[in-house]
T-cell receptor, first 115, second 119 residues
Framework: KAGVTQTPRYLIKTRGQQVTLSCSPI?????VSWYQQTPGQGLQFLFE???????NKGNFPGRFSGRQFSNSRSEMNVSTLELGDSALYLC??????????????FGPGTRLTVL | AQTVTQSQPEMSVQEAETVTLSCTYD???????LFWYKQPPSRQMILVIR??????QNATENRFSVNFQKAAKSFSLKISDSQLGDAAMYFC????????????????FGGGTRVLVKP
């Protein structure tokens, strides 16, 4: 099976712009979670989508949003970018149907740089 | 809220030797999952090992094993016969078992331990 894929792998934006990141889960996985990784804050949970519905949300401002499509692919959007949004954004997928099937498998990440 | 602490920012090990990484966590739940993930320089997070809290037996995956002490809320990772390819950041992570609670599928990570392997 193909693993989790994320596009683009690298992105450079300027303050005030918005950005959309994409994540394609492992085939058969219906849950997609997003994490932000920075040197200062470490790995932080953004949100989780399952069957096109947000099931879980971390403590991030409303500028961070996401959605999931019927094929389980997910997008994450950050509006009005700030310098502090520079980070590695990781997407993880899992089957999503109960604790025993919910080991998360990660994609390679999107490195976002905000200038 | 659950917290995960990795007290060792960096560990160094000689090739073929053994290294143990520490992880402690804080939770009021009785049932949960614990994970160790490896993040090499390529930045892709790779699952190393998983432990279910209700299982007393320590999980093992080839050269990787854990020492799970539930009462002490400790979950250490032992890497035996270390190889150059083991050099990476290692993250300990916690997840509740309940899919009903809002925290359902959220992983809470520790700060990470960098493992250096000397040839």
């Amino acid at each position: 099976k193909a693993g989790v894929t994320q596009t683009p792998r690298y992105l450079i934006k300027t303050r005030g712009q918005q950005v959309t990141l994409s994540c394609s889960p492992i085939s058969g996985h219906r849950s997609v979670s997003w994490y932000q990784q920075t040197p200062g804050q470490g790995l932080q949970f953004l949100f989780e989508y399952f069957s096109e519905t947000q099931r879980n949300k971390g403590n991030f401002p409303g500028r961070f949003s996401g959605r999931q499509f019927s094929n389980s692919r997910s997008e994450m959007n950050v509006s009005t970018l700030e310098l502090g949004d520079s980070a590695l954004y990781l997407c993880a997928s899992s089957v999503g149907q109960g604790p025993n099937t919910d080991t998360q498998y990660f994609g390679p990440g999107t490195r976002l740089t905000v200038l | 809220a659950q917290t995960v602490t990795q007290s060792q920012p960096e560990m160094s090990v000689q090739e073929a030797e053994t290294v143990t990484l520490s992880c402690t966590y804080d939770t009021s739940e009785s049932d949960y999952y614990l994970f160790w993930y490896k993040q090499p320089p390529s930045r892709q997070m790779i699952l190393v090992i998983r432990q279910e809290a209700y299982k007393q037996q320590n999980a093992t995956e080839n050269r990787f094993s854990v020492n799970f002490q539930k009462a002490a809320k400790s979950f250490s990772l032992k890497i035996s016969d270390s190889q150059l390819g083991d050099a990476a950041m290692y993250f300990c992570a916690y997840r509740t078992t309940s899919m009903i609670k809002a925290a359902g599928n959220k992983l809470t990570f520790g700060g990470g331990t960098r493992v250096l392997v000397k040839p």
